[in-house]
């Protein structure tokens, strides 16, 4: 069964940093595209930072290009989000997602193409 877990978030000050952790279960990780979305409230879920292997590209975000670094280490089925320079309007939860990667990253940020699973999410909360 696929099983992601997200960990990491938390409580920092504007300016500061936090890295989340992303467990992968139940399926070859290093085949799959991986994402990290954020959804704060009232808002939709935004696509943050994607990683497609099928043809090795990774997108950002407008909001967080410069930022924001996702990464993966296959070895351990693991994904993560290094945030840094940390603003209010990054608050929110954050979801780890993962689908069999066939295209390119920013299909998959954008919803153009649909991740089908998803983590529980972490909230990330940026205040002073």
């Given at each position: 069964q696929v099983?992601?877990?997200?960990?990491g978030g938390g409580l920092v000050q504007p300016g500061g940093s936090l890295r989340l952790s992303?467990?992968?279960s139940g399926f070859t990780f290093h085949y799959?595209?991986?994402?990290?979305?954020?959804?704060a409230p009232g808002k939709e879920r935004e696509g943050v930072?994607?990683?497609?292997?099928?043809?090795?590209s990774t997108?950002?975000?407008?909001?967080?290009?410069?930022?924001?670094?996702?990464?993966?280490?296959?070895?351990?089925?693991?994904?993560y989000l290094q945030m840094n320079d940390?603003?209010?309007e990054d608050t929110g939860?954050?979801?780890?997602?993962?689908?069999p990667s066939s295209s390119t990253a920013y299909y998959y940020c954008s919803g153009y193409i649909k991740f089908n699973s998803w983590g529980q999410g972490t909230q990330v909360t940026v205040s002073s």
């Open positions: 099983q992601l877990v997200e960990s992303c467990v992968a799959y595209a991986i994402g990290w979305f954020r959804q930072s994607c990683i497609a292997p099928s043809d090795d997108y950002y975000a407008d909001s967080v290009q410069g930022r924001f670094t996702i990464s993966r280490d296959n070895a351990k089925n693991t994904m940390l603003k209010p939860v954050y979801y780890c997602a993962a689908e």
